[in-house]
Structures are given as structure tokens and as C-alpha cells.
T-cell receptor, first 113, second 112 residues
Framework: DAGVIQSPRHEVTEMGQEVTLRCKPI?????LFWYRQTMMRGLELLIY????????DSGMPEDRFSAKMPNASFSTLKIQPSEPRDSAVYFC???????????FGPGTRLTVL | KQEVTQIPAALSVPEGENLVLNCSFT??????LQWFRQDPGKGLTSLLL?????REQTSGRLNASLDKSSGRSTLYIAASQPGDSATYLC???????????FGKGTRLSVIA
């Protein structure tokens, strides 16, 4: 299995631009999680899905952030408009019921200038 | 609300030393606890998963223990090597289908 796949790996954009981050979970995993990691706040959960349905989005910082999971093999996290304080590494992770081990993607390093 | 704390935030040891990383959590009614390793610029790799009914798990030179009643877990690394240098994160899950809550990690440097 290829593991959790994220794209792009690096994104540099200017304030005000729209940013879309993409994630492909491990096949057969029905839970998908989006996290944000910064030096100050550590790893924070933004939103998670079960069977493509958003379960808890209370971690989404504000309305500028949105996430979708149109099918079991693809999810997006969109920031519109982006701001410099959104600069962070964004991780996607997936898991399946049972052991509940989460598998993380390599992350997308976002820099908003 | 569950909170996870890891102490120390950073640790530097000479090669060959045995070391212990600490993790504490505020709500002892957890479902399981997981230790991860993160290399610079990389994602998280799961090291050990301890179910709430277990006291410890071992993998090679790593041993993780869990004391639910006191809200603590330790990760023991035997005979440390420079390749062990990374950030180690502890995370707990409160129930079977809830997300992990992470600590901020301990950054380990093993000096050759």
C-alpha cells in the first residue's frame, strides 16, 4: 500500500489567495482526519470524517477553512482567503475501526506571505 | 477536555544511554494511547499502541508503559543511537471512534 498521500508537499502563496490541499487515504480506511501543526500549538485536529461524512469540525479555526470528502479515496482542505497566520504543516491521517492506529501522510508545508 | 503533556520538551543524551520519555494525560478514562515518531520535515510514524487494558507494549529497543489510574505513560528507549534522534509524540484516544489528542512532543537528540 502506498500509504496516505498528500499534495502538494509544499505550497507558497500570497495573502488573500485560495489554497487547496489534497489527501488520498489508505484504501479501506473509513476515517479521515485533517491536522495542523505549528511550533506554538503543536498538532491540532481540524476536522474528521467517517464514511465521507464530516463528524466533528469544531477544530476548524474559522469560516475561511472548509473541507470536503466527495468519495472514499479523496479529501480536500480549502483556505479562502489565506492569511499569514495560516502558515503551518497540514497533515492528513486515516484509520479503520479495530486497532484504531492512525496512519499519517507526509504533510503539506504551507507558507502564506 | 482531555489534555496531554510531555516532559521534557527537549532532551539530549550521549549514544548508548537508556532514556525515558514521559507523557501525562488529564482524563484517565482513555481507550488507548499511541506513541509516534516524527523526523524533521516528515509525517508521523506510529511506534507503539497500548490498549487501555494493557500495561505495556514492546517493539525492539522500545518499551511503552501505561498507568491509567495515574494518567501516565512512559516510552523507554534502550541503548540509544544517533538514528533515534527525532521528535516523539504521545497521543490518547478517549473512545473507540474519537480522534487522537496529542501532546506537543519531546525532541530527542542522541549525540555520537
Amino acid at each position: 500500500d502506498a500509504g496516505v498521500i498528500q499534495s502538494p508537499r509544499h505550497e507558497v502563496t500570497e495573502m488573500g489567495q485560495e489554497v487547496t490541499l489534497r489527501c488520498k487515504p489508505i484504501s479501506g480506511h473509513d476515517y479521515l482526519f485533517w491536522y495542523r501543526q505549528t511550533m506554538m500549538r503543536g498538532l491540532e485536529l481540524l476536522i474528521y470524517f467517517n464514511n465521507n461524512v464530516p463528524i466533528d469540525d469544531s477544530g476548524m479555526p474559522e469560516d475561511r477553512f472548509s473541507a470536503k470528502m466527495p468519495n472514499a479515496s479523496f479529501s480536500t482542505l480549502k483556505i479562502q482567503p489565506s492569511e499569514p497566520r495560516d502558515s503551518a504543516v497540514y497533515f492528513c491521517a486515516s484509520s479503520r475501526p479495530g486497532l484504531w492506529t492512525q496512519y499519517f501522510g507526509p504533510g503539506t508545508r504551507l507558507t502564506v506571505l | 477536555k482531555q489534555e496531554v503533556t510531555q516532559i521534557p520538551a527537549a532532551l539530549s543524551v550521549p549514544e548508548g544511554e537508556n532514556l525515558v520519555l514521559n507523557c501525562s494525560f488529564t482524563d484517565s478514562a482513555i481507550y488507548n494511547l499511541q506513541w509516534f515518531r516524527q523526523d524533521p520535515g516528515k509525517g508521523l510514524t506510529s511506534l507503539l499502541l497500548i490498549q487501555s487494558s494493557q500495561r505495556e507494549q514492546t517493539s525492539g529497543r522500545l518499551n511503552a508503559s501505561l498507568d491509567k489510574s495515574s494518567g501516565r505513560s512512559t516510552l523507554y528507549i534502550a541503548a540509544s543511537q544517533p538514528g533515534d534522534s527525532a521528535t516523539y509524540l504521545c497521543a490518547v484516544r478517549d473512545s473507540g471512534n474519537t480522534p487522537l489528542v496529542f501532546g506537543k512532543g519531546t525532541r530527542l537528540s542522541v549525540i555520537a
